[in-house]
């Protein structure tokens, strides 16, 4: 081929050296070597028209070069290969510059020296100020293409499958690097081409500020077609699919999202060529600084600069993008975030197992779900009446205040079974290894193992894999059930007692249906299988329960006295009718002049008909009041029973007399702070030989004397049903039945009452007296002469204040007076007689106080400066005359 150039490589070197270029010899062999043999010297010194001499002297075919760098004044060559300008590189970096802002210093750079290479590439000079010139630098590249391998490729190829081929489309030579210039021609290049001047020359190099140059580069590395590596940084890891078409959130949004929308604010469109889109910073400063949709099958984000939230020289999936402007970072929560703005689709949830739909229960124990009765058994009058209960309900805890919610929700949808609320919180109701009702408060590992049995709780976890939300079995926690029980209320039905027979309501209805009951919120736990009672009371029927309970159970019991078996008998019905009345009811004491007599077995029929919570006789008064609040607390049995106290026993506390006219009872519960009140509903009740009381406790007992009046009263014999204790385990049932029906009859009747003056009992009395009087039984409370004897307290003080009456008359005295003149009849405090000071104070506290039908008065001596005595009679409590 024949250079159309001129071949005065002198004239170049000239021309070169004084733009002030430093210039190499370069062989004509095609290899493109210089041909000093050491050239390492002009990298740091500039060659010299001497040199140029002893190069370029004569005819010799040579090339000649330029050194790029700080030896030629900071000048660095950009190259565009001849594969990029066929596919149109030059023209596309042209328009991105154009578009961003560049295309004054671009047009500099066309224009200023312009070369055209043998492969027909392009050459161009800049003058680069403000910084050093780099080392070569390969800005573009692309992969090969098979037709485009060489023979020595393909060997390559065959020897390392997995080697890359690359193109290089746009590089650099700068500091170290040198490149061949016109009129270098012929050999030098192996293709035989000239290297040929477009533009300018080296007198008209463009100098551009270091800004300036690298934003130029910046573009051309925009036109990189390598592919390249995703960091797990800037885009999720690989995952697989997920089951049943569902779809990740970040999957969603890469099909779906804009890259303007999630670039609003960081970047700003500059123009698009094809697949790629072209950015620079939104606030229009700078030129390119990214670029999108390059590779038409992944389109991703570059980013080429520094200065934001964006990485440089890293690739962004949107999601990427996404996670890292709005997120810091975190695929995890910006994923949650798209899957509440509607992106992705989820998988279906995995949901628990399936629980029965129903079971049966008939208000037995939240600890013990197998207790039921069976529905075969059968009774005096039918069998147990069982109710449905629904289904387990699903509970989502996966947040904590929902959870508590939702509890709350259920207990308020009536969807916890067996669970009420009373003063110290929710409680349960289930029966003890001796058959007899418990009620248990709540803590908080009772709350938890109950809504463990009751509710199928669990909490939404992501698995990491599928995606899929999954619903995994887990149990309240302990904090949230401490949160539900420590709350002033809860949407409960309120559990107001435990009764173990059917009862009459207030309203004079019949409560039989075992479990709770909304009328009254009362609580029936059969002691024995219920019988189905008919709708009407009949005169047999009524006839048979008589005979059942005092031709039968009462007949040979060894009362002392009509009023004995009739006090016994209302205190047996009380049960069956204490939620029909208000107000307290007196202690029943049941005494005997000897053991053997049946006061065990008096106390054992309550037992089998309602159940008893038996409790020995505490030691003090401090200990009483914690059995009592115990029993009133934790048990359901609606007869407390003190058995079997020491013989002559004095029934003498303040204790007692308090428990005994309160329709409440309040006081703190062992091993917590709080105090809680509890409604006093039980009939309490004391067995002992000769018992008495003392007090103010003498009014607050009913009696119930024994009195076999033989020896050895255990071994009688000759009952009418033989032994009761084997009978009442039989027909306990019959028993509970014949009680009800008898109580059925009265109400049937009317329920008449007889009104009888009792202080805080007469309600109870006043009822109880029209309910015997109707069966006839004789004797209700007609034994209070009786009774009064039974009191030691009321006897020592009647008699001292009738013996003072009729030693003094009125006459006004000193407790020193009376401790002398009345030494024998002074009451006392164990053997010694009391101090003056002592007598005092009794007497203050009894003064005003009738004890039989005296009473004693305080006389103020203000002359002496002292309290005087005397005692007054009673003359007639029909008109309230006084004998003075």
């Known amino acids: 081929m024949t250079d159309p150039q001129t071949n005065d490589l002198r004239a170049a070197a000239r021309e070169l050296h004084d733009a002030g270029l430093c210039v190499l010899p370069i062989k004509a062999d095609g290899s493109k070597a210089p041909t000093v043999r050491s050239w390492t010297q002009y990298k740091l010194e500039r060659s010299t028209p001497a040199d140029h001499d002893s190069w370029f002297g004569g005819d010799r075919p040579a090339g000649i070069a330029v050194v790029y760098g700080a030896v030629s004044g900071n000048v660095e060559m950009l190259e565009f290969e001849g594969l990029a300008i066929r596919e149109g590189l030059l023209d596309e970096a042209t328009e991105i510059m154009e578009a961003s802002g560049l295309g004054d210093a671009w047009a500099q750079v066309l224009t200023g020296w312009a070369t055209e290479s043998p492969s027909g590439g392009r050459h161009f000079r800049i003058r680069v100020e403000g910084a050093d010139v780099p080392g070569n630098t390969k800005l573009a590249s692309r992969l090969a293409r098979e037709d485009e391998y060489t023979e020595e490729e393909r060997q390559r190829l065959r020897e390392k499958p997995n080697t890359r081929i690359v193109r290089v489309l746009i590089e650099t030579r700068g500091q170290g690097g040198y490149g061949l210039v016109e009129p270098s021609g012929g050999s030098v290049h192996a293709s035989g081409r000239p290297y040929v001047r477009l533009k300018g020359g080296p007198a008209t190099i463009p100098t551009l500020d270091v800004d300036t140059w690298q934003a130029i580069r910046d573009v051309c590395r925009m036109l990189d077609d390598l592919p390249k590596a995703e960091s797990p940084k800037t885009g999720p890891r690989p995952q697989p699919p997920l089951p049943d078409g569902g779809r990740r959130p970040g999957e969603d949004f890469e099909d779906r999202a804009d890259w303007a929308d999630i670039l609003r604010g960081v970047f700003r469109p500059l123009v698009t060529r094809g697949s790629t889109t072209y950015w620079g910073w939104a606030d229009g400063v700078g030129g390119v600084k990214a670029t999108t949709g390059r590779d038409p099958e992944r389109d991703r984000l570059w980013v080429f600069a520094t200065g934001s939230v964006l990485e440089a020289d890293t690739l962004y999936t949107k999601f990427g993008a996404y996670a890292a402007l709005e997120h810091g970072g975190n695929f995890k929560a910006a994923a949650a975030a798209l899957r509440r703005e509607g992106y992705g689709v989820e998988p279906p949830r995995r949901r628990l197992s399936a629980v029965p739909a129903q079971h049966f229960a008939d208000g037995s124990s939240a600890l013990d779900p197998d207790h039921a009765p069976d529905p075969q058994e059968e009774g005096f009058e039918g069998g147990p009446q069982l109710r449905a209960v629904s289904g387990r309900p699903e509970l989502d805890i996966t947040n904590e205040a929902d959870g508590i919610d939702g509890v709350l929700q259920l207990m308020a949808d009536g969807r916890l079974p067996d669970l009420y609320k009373r003063a110290g919180g929710p409680c349960w109701v289930y029966r003890d290894e001796n058959h007899d009702p418990v009620v248990q408060q709540l803590g908080t590992d009772n709350l938890r193992a109950y809504l463990a049995d009751h509710v199928n709780s669990y909490v939404l976890k992501r698995n990491p894999v599928t995606e899929r939300l999954e619903e995994e079995r887990e149990l309240l926690m302990p904090k949230s059930c401490s949160t539900i029980l420590g709350r002033k209320d809860w949407p409960l039905p309120p559990l107001r007692g435990v009764v173990t027979s ?148 004095v029934l003498k506390t303040p204790i007692l007399s308090a428990l005994l006219t309160g329709e409440h009872w309040g006081d703190r519960i062992l091993g917590s702070t709080g105090k809680v009140t509890m409604r006093n509903d039980r009939l309490w009740l004391v067995t002992g030989n000769a018992l008495r009381t003392g007090g103010d406790n003498g009014r607050r007992v009913l009696w119930v004397k024994l009195d076999p009046d033989c020896p050895d009263p255990d071994q009688r014999d000759g009952f009418r049903i033989g032994d009761l204790r084997p009978w009442l385990r039989t027909n306990a049932s019959t028993l509970v039945a014949a009680l009800v029906t008898l109580v059925r009859a009265w109400l049937a009747a009317g329920a008449p009452t007889i009104r009888v003056r009792k202080g805080d009992y007469s309600e109870w009395a006043s009822m109880m007296a029209g309910l015997l009087d109707f069966l006839g039984v004789d004797g209700w409370m007609a034994d209070s002469a009786d009774a009064r004897n039974q009191d030691d307290e009321l006897q020592e003080w009647a008699m001292f204040l009738e013996m003072w009456r009729e030693t003094y008359g009125s006459e006004p005295l000193t407790t020193g007076a009376l401790i002398k003149g009345l030494p024998n009849h002074v009451p006392r405090k164990g053997d010694e007689p009391p101090s003056a000071n002592q007598l005092g104070i009794w007497l203050k506290a009894r003064q005003g106080r009738y004890f039989g039908t005296h009473k004693v008065v305080m006389v103020v001596d203000s002359h002496r400066k002292q309290n005087l005595w005397r005692v007054e009679v009673h003359a007639d409590r029909g008109t309230g005359g006084h004998e003075s």
Not at 527 to 538: A, D, K, N
Request: aromatic share 10%; hydrophobic share 40%.
């Open 502 to 649: 059917p009862v009459i309501r207030p309203d004079g209805s019949l409560l039989e249906a075992p479990g709770y009951d909304r009328a009254t919120g009362l609580y029936l736990e059969p002691r024995v299988p219920l019988r189905r009672l008919q709708p009407q009371v009949t005169h047999d029927s009524l006839a048979r329960a008589k005979d059942i309970v005092l031709g039968q159970v009462l007949a040979d019991f060894p009362w002392v006295a009509a009023s004995d078996r009739a006090n016994y008998l209302g205190a047996l019905l009380t049960p069956i009718l204490r939620a029909y009345f208000q107000g307290p009811t007196q202690m029943v004491a049941i005494t005997a002049t000897a053991a053997g007599s049946g006061k065990t077995l008096l106390k054992d029929i309550f037992k089998y008909c309602y159940g008893t919570a038996d409790t020995a006789w505490p030691e003090n008064d401090t200990e009483l009041r914690k059995s009592i609040t115990t029993q009133l607390y934790g048990t359901g049995s609606p007869v407390v029973v003190f058995d079997n106290l020491p013989n002559g026993f």
